[in-house]
């Protein structure tokens, strides 16, 4: 069969016709090359997000590489800077252990429950997120102050008075914290298979019993992430925690509070404190980088 007895070849719509003599391009080549171009970072985008991710990490390399890590221990070993960290890892333990008492039920409550309103609730819940800790200090005074909402009958019928104590830092930690996890646990809920539960509940279980046994088994993970975020964020609150609690060495003054006023007298001690607030972020980062970091991984 000689060249001009050849069979015309096909040519798919939309495709440029082949030269004469030549085999046509095969159209997946074709767009392979085009998806292997519109995959390429724009040089200018590239350089916005190096810049970016340079604003984000040299403030803490410089941190890092001005450090006195010769006299590390000598600092941290410092009655101040001892008593600052027992009371942070105290009050953010206990802070954390109340945001687990009081906020897996609002989180129950926002997901599943069925009060009038519930979407203010939320909205109204998650404002501690983005309010600025300092009003959140004042709101703390106004509420549970001795002359507030709240405070004055705590003050008059148990003697209690919450501000500029241990026990004003664990509530001040806890106010800014619990959203945290209020957000992660009801997320949870809301994507958690109620059928487990509704098996549960034909073979007999309880209500407890399901919760306990299929419910919280369920949303663990989200759980766990919760707290550890909550934990890590009250450890470095410091306006509502000043402005609320105030600042009293080895009652009230908690490291993010040593470190600013370190800064004025002890600028090494300062590095040293805010050195161990960094490693706890990094910790936490670690802790939670298969859930918070990886594409897709993230619930809040």
Not at 64 to 81: G, H, K, M, S
Not at 89 to 102: D, N
């Amino acid at each position: 069969m000689t060249s001009r007895d050849r069979l015309p070849v096909a040519v798919p719509a939309g495709e440029p016709a082949a030269l004469a003599g030549e085999p046509p391009v095969a159209p997946a080549r074709r767009r392979g090359r085009r998806s292997a171009r519109a995959g390429r970072t724009p040089p200018v985008v590239a350089a916005a997000g190096l810049v970016a991710a340079a604003f984000l990490l040299l403030p803490l390399a410089g941190l890092v590489i001005r450090a006195p890590w010769r006299e590390l221990p000598t600092l941290l070993a410092q009655p101040v800077a001892r008593d600052a960290l027992r009371l942070s890892l105290v009050s953010a333990t206990l802070a954390t252990l109340l945001c687990l008492l009081a906020g897996v039920p609002l989180a129950w409550l926002l997901a599943r429950g069925s009060v009038p309103g519930r979407s203010l609730l939320r909205a109204l819940v998650t404002v501690p997120l983005v309010l600025p800790p300092v009003v959140g200090g004042v709101a703390l005074l106004l509420a549970f102050g001795r002359r507030g909402i709240v405070g004055r009958y705590l003050d008059a019928w148990f003697g209690i008075s919450l501000p500029f104590t241990t026990a004003g830092v664990v509530v001040a930690e806890a106010f800014v914290a619990m959203p945290f996890l209020v957000v992660a646990v009801e997320g949870a809920l809301r994507s958690a298979d109620q059928r487990y539960e509704e098996a549960a509940a034909t073979l007999g279980a309880s209500r407890w019993v399901t919760f306990r046994r299929v419910t919280l088994p369920m949303i663990a993970p989200s759980l766990a992430a919760g707290a550890v975020l909550c934990w890590a964020r009250a450890l470095g609150e410091f306006g509502a925690t000043i402005t609320f609690a105030g600042s009293f060495p080895g009652t009230t003054q908690t490291m993010p509070l040593a470190v600013y006023l370190a800064l004025e007298s002890d600028p090494d001690a300062a590095v040293a404190l805010a050195l161990v607030l960094l490693a706890v972020a990094v910790a936490v980062l670690a802790l939670l980088r298969d859930r918070w970091l990886r594409p897709g991984g993230a619930t809040l």
